[in-house]
């Protein structure tokens, strides 16, 4: 059971990123405007500490979160998908004219139970 998933298209777009620019990370930061977008780097490039959360790993790439926007989240099933428009923010899939997004959805009580507990 895993709090987070990727659409195909997406996922397409994080194995071509993966061929291009090798190891890759997600993070989630949950600041405001595109900083509340998932946005993805070339592994090193991030710095992360003691308050970021691993969500889970898609793609064999890892997703991190904020410890404080995880609070926020933490009752929900994440999933990454791929929509056409440049963000603003500096993760590896706009200069494709494209930005990763999130769709979420509560998670049931046997996840909420699983993950949460």
């Not at 404080?68 to 963000?87: A, C, M, N, P, S």
Request: proline content about 3%; aromatic content about 10%; charged content about 20%.
């Amino acid at each position: 059971m895993q709090r987070i998933a990727i659409t195909k298209a997406a996922a397409e777009i994080v194995n071509q990123l993966k061929e291009q620019y090798g190891p890759l990370i997600f993070h989630q930061s949950g600041g405001c405007c595109d900083g509340s977008s998932p946005m993805i780097f070339e592994e090193g490039d991030m710095y992360l500490d003691e308050s970021d959360t691993l969500l889970g790993t898609i793609e064999d790439v890892n997703f991190y979160m904020n410890q404080d926007q995880f609070e926020y989240w933490k009752h929900t099933h994440l999933t990454v998908d791929i929509t056409k428009g440049r963000g603003s923010s500096f993760s590896l899939e706009i200069p494709l004219g494209l930005r990763f997004i999130i769709h979420s959805r509560l998670l049931t009580e046997e996840e909420n139970t699983a993950l949460n507990l």
